[in-house]
């Protein structure tokens, strides 16, 4: 009991000594470095949508040397995200990268309480004064991967593991089943939504249930795009990998090819640009673009890929970047007949932006 | 239709695989009177060290025998805390899976762009060329196999020998065990610890043959599922297995429905096995023969 | 007065002594952030800096302490006579789902009609969210425990079929959330901070929780209960109606809880409204013994964990998961501790 009673005080007498300094010191750091905030909804190390973020990160890190670079990972979509991005703020963040899908409502909030900070949103739909959106579109690669399955495919179904029905995804499933189809009229997709963008044990179930319909090429658009990899690679069937091209390594036997991001050189100019005062380039906008850009390409080819295949889709891949081709055109048709785009009609923004159809070949429908 | 029915009957063995093993862990320690809600942190637990081992040594046996001792050593500290402490169950079990998520977090943060080698596919020579029935049950990992015997041994166990009769002494009259000779607190934890190996395997399965990663909270409420089909399973190893392929195939069926393109919400069949446990203890509730042990009444009756 | 003193004495002394004892926790994980080479006590300076250093990482310890605050009085009640509700997390969905409802099918209604009755539907859809397992239990003797756990799950699940499904922000392209309910459905929030009308609520609870068990003829039968049920049975106490009565109250402020969240930080429903509020309640009341006082400290303890957690990412590059480890030593320690078994016996 003696014990006891003293060893109350004495902790928190510690506790004490460890607050007060703490309380005491200033939060805002005193140097003169410019401050850039990076917001993360998976684990940074997940060879898909973070990793890829995370390596534009680094290469703002190494390239602009009076930047600062804070990071958060694992932070939901939810009004926790808010608090993270004030946290960022007070300590000295002019710049925000919020790079999750379901981050842009917490950004347009905290964009309104702080004007003076720069909010740069991977891939939404709505932006503010200093709220601006950034997407490239990855369905190109994808198309250009599809062209590549249609031709290695042997049972001619398709798997894709999707966390969400969005449009950025709908754009995906349907542009690399038109590659495939394009040169394999026979292909069908099946697609399972995970509800989530990480969830690695229902994403590879997701892998094996379509493995076991049939498919024999497994594609995908979630975060952690590993588990699915290497269920191809258990299951001796084609990968076309989406996200990173560093995927290839878990499944080198049945890796076709895929869509991958490279977003350095992309964060190094908007860096720079706010730095400048040339924000305006950026903010009250959305900004988009294609492989054009550099910002993304076709993932190296595996083995599986013959020869003549990789040069046809390398000289697909030409005409989409010399704007000879696009991949959404009229005419379009959803996978229920039903017309969307007369011959020779161009998409406008909104048909690609708020896509929610699937493209003829595409199983099933969108949940609604 | 019979395409469906195959793949929902493999889906379930895979998927249910995991939860087995935590399953079977539970009905060990609760037959023992003790309930552990942090099976889902033990999971974690093997999941985490089963990769981290494997990673350093690239075996994945040496993986699979550091999660079972991750998890065994997790659950030592609710047995402690439970059974020496006197603890309340489901608040020592809820810190635990607290615990263990912050620790796996920490520790397994390096180790996520790791790339290891996972176990091995297991085609059982001879059965796996029987057409159908030899793709569906005999070309698995050797951890599903153990999984699913592991099932009956415990059953075997638990019904037949000293040991097992000694433990559910324990788990029913702890009061008349005691008097008998046993020492309940240590069959106590010797019941926790098991189950917690057990739960490791559970992980083990979950990181180094099923998504063959590490992602921290990869669990996914798996150890909550267990928990739910202990009471599903009436206590009974053999009937766990029962409940692990009834969970596991459900979510294997909402996964193909899907695929097939039938508009149905997923959620409604995630449901399905809560409610289907609700549903047993309504029906079973007060039936002596599946009445829960004794012991535990204490833990659930809230007075501690 | 003499019975004032020994209550101050031996509640007061003990949450103080919890409070010491809290502190054993930052001991353990310094050593452990010792032995993976990382300085605890940076990390410490770090997460209360980040905290309470400034007003904004103090207001946001209070927007976090407030759904913990209403869950733990959700378990607490409960527990003071003797029932296990591990359910808060489930009825803080199900008072979401009832608010959720009323917001997006009486839209155009005035907000001094509007608020209330969204308040009013929180706590009875948190209300049924408890008194079915309270049902359960008295009717067909189901235990509590098991049933509000599983019902957790259902609840959750129900939240996400609604917001992918019939409820779907037309306007979203098909993210899972409901549509934005108007501004006559926000509960007001002050001082520029998301700090929301929702403290109220807890501090009301809290005093309501306080007063209703020392005061009252009916707190003292149900703690009578608590101490024993058989001799409380005897004396022809009805301890059925108190079952349900206590059970649906508690879910009713879980209810509450989450109708806050949805109401003043979220403004519409999505998967994710709560993370584990219901499950961290339960331990924080857990933690005070199941005594208000106690669950106002420990819930801005929590709260200051959990804010410094994001501190110590953003400046140290630590894993949010430190804080984790932290929460559940202090767990570990209080829940071992000789003092809540003295406190509970």
Redesign the interface.
């Known amino acids: 009991m003696i014990r ?1 009673r003293m ?3 004495m ?2 007498v ?2 004490v000594a ?2 007060a ?3 005491a ?1 200033p ?1 805002e750091a005193q140097d003169k470095k410019f401050k850039v ?1 990076f917001v993360y909804v998976g684990p940074k190390d997940d060879y898909g949508y973070n990793y890829e973020h995370d390596r534009g990160r680094k290469a703002v890190e190494a390239q602009l040397k009076d930047v600062e670079v ?5 932070i ?5 995200v ?3 991005m ?3 703020i ?2 000295g963040a002019k710049l925000l990268f919020p790079t999750s ?2 981050y842009l409502d917490p950004a347009l909030n905290v964009g309104k ?1 702080h004007p003076d900070v720069v909010l740069l949103h991977a891939g939404g ?1 709505k932006h503010s004064s200093n709220v601006g959106t950034y997407w490239y579109y990855i369905y190109n690669p994808m198309y250009l991967s599809g062209l590549a399955a249609g031709k290695v495919t042997k049972k001619n179904v398709m798997g894709f593991v999707a966390a ?4 950025q995804t ?1 754009q995906n499933i349907n542009a690399l089943t038109y590659g495939a189809r394009s040169v394999n009229p026979q292909i069908k997709t099946h697609v399972i939504y995970t ?1 989530e963008w990480c969830n690695p044990g229902k994403a590879a179930e997701a892998a094996n249930s379509l493995i076991e319909l049939g498919a024999d090429i497994i594609s995908q658009h979630q975060d952690c795009p590993r588990p699915v990899v290497e269920t191809a690679a258990k299951r001796g069937v084609y990968s076309v990998g989406y996200h990173s091209a560093d995927l290839k390594q878990f499944n080198e036997k049945g890796w076709i090819t895929g869509a991958a991001w490279n977003w350095g050189k992309l964060y190094v100019q908007m860096t720079k640009d706010v730095m400048d005062g040339k924000a305006s380039q950026w903010v009250g906008k959305h900004t988009r673009g294609g492989i054009e850009s550099g910002f993304l390409d076709l993932a190296p080819f595996g083995s599986s890929v013959p020869a003549d295949v990789q040069k046809m889709v390398m000289a697909k891949r030409k005409e989409i970047v010399d704007g000879k081709y696009a991949v959404f055109q009229g005419p379009i048709k959803d996978n229920k007949g039903k017309e969307l785009l007369k011959a020779g009609e161009k998409p406008t923004f909104d048909f690609i932006e ?3 159809w699937y493209a003829e070949g595409v199983v099933g429908e ?3 | 239709m019979l395409g469906l029915l195959y793949a929902v009957v493999g889906g379930g063995i895979r998927a249910g695989t995991p939860i087995l093993y935590a399953t079977l862990g539970e009905v060990i320690a609760e037959r023992a009177g003790i309930v552990n809600l942090g099976v889902e942190g033990a999971i974690l637990a093997g999941a985490c060290a089963g990769f981290i081992t494997t990673a350093h040594t690239q075996n994945p046996w040496l993986g699979i025998a550091a999660a079972a001792l991750a998890g065994g050593a997790a659950s030592l ?1 609710h047995a ?2 439970v059974v020496t ?4 169950q ?3 079990g ?3 899976m ?2 263990c ?7 397994g ?1 390096p180790y996520v762009a790791v790339k290891i080698n996972a176990v091995p596919q297991l085609a059982i020579p001879g059965l796996s060329d029987i057409p159908v029935v030899g793709g569906l049950f005999f070309q698995h990992d050797a951890l599903v196999y153990g999984a699913y015997l592991l099932a009956p041994l415990i059953w075997i166990v638990l019904t037949f020998t000293k040991w097992g009769l000694a433990l559910r002494a324990v788990g029913e009259r702890p009061d008349v065990a005691f008097a008998a000779g046993l020492s309940p607190a240590a069959i106590q934890y010797a019941a926790v610890v098991a189950g917690g190996i057990l739960a490791g395997l559970a992980g083990a399965h979950l990181s180094l043959a099923y998504a063959r990663s590490w992602v ?1 909270g990869m669990s996914n ?1 798996r150890g ?1 599922i267990a ?2 089909l202990v ?1 599903f399973a009436t206590w009974h190893p053999l009937r766990s297995v029962v409940g692990a392929l009834v969970f596991g195939a459900v979510f294997a069926l909402q996964l193909q429905i899907q695929a097939r393109g039938v508009a149905l ?1 997923p ?2 069949l ?2 399905t096995p ?2 289907l ?2 549903a047993g ?2 029906l079973w ?2 039936t002596r023969r599946y009445a829960m042990p004794e012991a535990l009444k204490s ?6 | 007065m003499v019975a004032l003193a020994r209550v101050i004495d031996s509640r007061v002394l003990v949450q103080l ?1 919890l ?3 809290a ?2 926790a ?2 353990v994980v310094g050593a452990f952030l010792v032995l ?1 080479g990382k300085n605890p ?1 940076l990390a ?7 905290a ?3 007003s ?2 103090a207001s ?1 310890v209070i927007v976090r302490a407030i759904p913990l605050m209403l869950c733990a009085v959700a378990t607490a009640l409960p ?1 003071r006579m ?3 509700n ?1 359910g808060p997390e489930g009825q803080l969905h199900a008072g979401a789902l009832a608010v959720t409802w009323g917001a997006l099918t009486f839209g155009a209604l005035p907000r001094p009609v509007f608020l209330p009755a969204l308040v009013a539907l929180g706590l009875l859809g948190g209300a049924i969210g408890a008194f079915v397992p309270a049902l ?1 239990r008295v009717k ?4 509590e ?3 509000t ?3 957790n ?2 609840i959750v ?2 939240v ?2 609604m917001v ?2 019939p409820w ?1 922000d037309p306007m979203s ?4 959330y409901t549509p934005e309910f108007p501004d006559a459905a926000r509960l007001s929030t002050y001082w ?1 901070t ?1 700090i929301h009308a929702g403290l109220w609520f807890a501090l009301a609870a809290i005093l309501l929780f306080y007063f209703t068990l020392r005061f009252t003829r009916w707190g003292y039968e149900l703690r009578v209960i608590g101490d024993n049920p058989e001799a409380a049975g005897r004396a022809g106490i009805p301890i059925g109606r108190y079952t349900l009565l206590a059970m649906s109250i508690g879910g009713a402020l879980a209810g509450l809880a989450g109708m806050a969240e949805i109401c003043a ?2 403004g519409r429903l ?1 998967p ?2 709560s ?1 584990g509020f219901g ?1 961290t309640g ?2 924080v009341s ?1 933690l005070a013994l199941h005594h208000p006082l106690g669950i106002v400290v420990m819930a801005i303890l929590l709260g200051v964990l959990s ?1 410094g957690g ?2 110590i ?3 140290l ?1 630590l ?11 202090i ?2 320690i209080v ?2 501790s ?1 003092f ?2 003295r406190a ?1 016996a």
């Open positions: 006891e060893l109350i005080p902790v928190m510690c506790a460890v607050i300094p703490g309380l010191a939060l905030g804070m990071t958060a990972e694992n939901p979509e939810t009004a926790e808010e608090r993270v004030e946290q960022m007070q300590r899908y379901g309480r739909f969400h029905p969005i449009p709908l509800g708020k896509m929610s969108v949940p609604k | 500290v402690f805390m402490l006197r603890a309340n489901i608040a020592s809820l810190a635990l607290f615990l998520l912050g620790v796996t977090s920490f520790v943060r921290e409420g909550f928990v739910a009471i919400s959620y409604f995630d449901m809560y409610l446990t609700l203890l309504l509730g007060r833990v659930f009756e809230g007075v501690t | 002594r409070l010491g004892m502190g054993l930052f001991v993976f006590l410490y300076a770090e997460i209360f800096r980040g309470l250093g400034t904004y990482g946001e527990a003797g029932l296990v591990v359960l067909v003797g189901v235990n425990t098991i049933s756990l599983l019902l799950y259902v699940l129900l996400e079929h992918r499904g779907k392209f098909n993210w899972p520029g998301r930080i979220q999505r994710g409204i993370t499950y339960f331990l857990w804010v994001d501190s990412q953003i400046s590059g894993p949010y998961a430190t804080v984790n480890i932290i929460t559940s030593l767990f570990f829940l071992g000789r809540r078994r509970t």
